[in-house]
């Protein structure tokens, strides 16, 4: 699966609205009706009249800020929370993990705490079954 695509499925496993209209300039979500045929924010409903875009998907591959979103979610679903962590120690440790947490070289949390955004969201998507 491409960064771009686990961005998508990520944000739609999260609830994160990826449809609708975003003004960069009001920093804001834009409703339909307040969208030109331009695809500007329309002034006459109070808009600013620049264009606007689709809405943004956070870079959850490349951003450790993104994917603590995922990670604040998965406090809130302990079995997940979980099982993530241990999808994340084998993705970041290697064949050195064991079930236990026990790590022969003691640099286990080390590893586990400096995993990429890459690797945080390949063991979110293993653990939410998003596979492509």
Known sequence: ????????????ALGVQTEGWWCPHCERE???AFVTF?????PHSEGCGR?????????????????????????????REHDYGIA???LSIGEEFEEDGFMPNGWG?????????QQRCDAFCAVM???D
């Open 30 to 32: 834009v409703a339909p």
């Open 1 to 12: 699966m491409t960064a771009e695509q686990q961005r998508i499925r990520i944000a739609e």
């Open 109 to 117: 949390y080390f590893a586990v705490a400096h995993a990429t955004a």
């Open 38 to 42: 331009q695809e500007t924010h329309d």
């Open 88 to 90: 994340l120690a084998r």
């Open 129 to 131: 079954g998003i596979i």
């Open 51 to 79: 264009p606007v875009e689709g809405m943004p998907i956070p870079d959850y591959p490349n951003s450790l800020d993104a994917c603590a979103t995922f990670e604040a979610w998965l406090r809130d679903h302990p079995d």
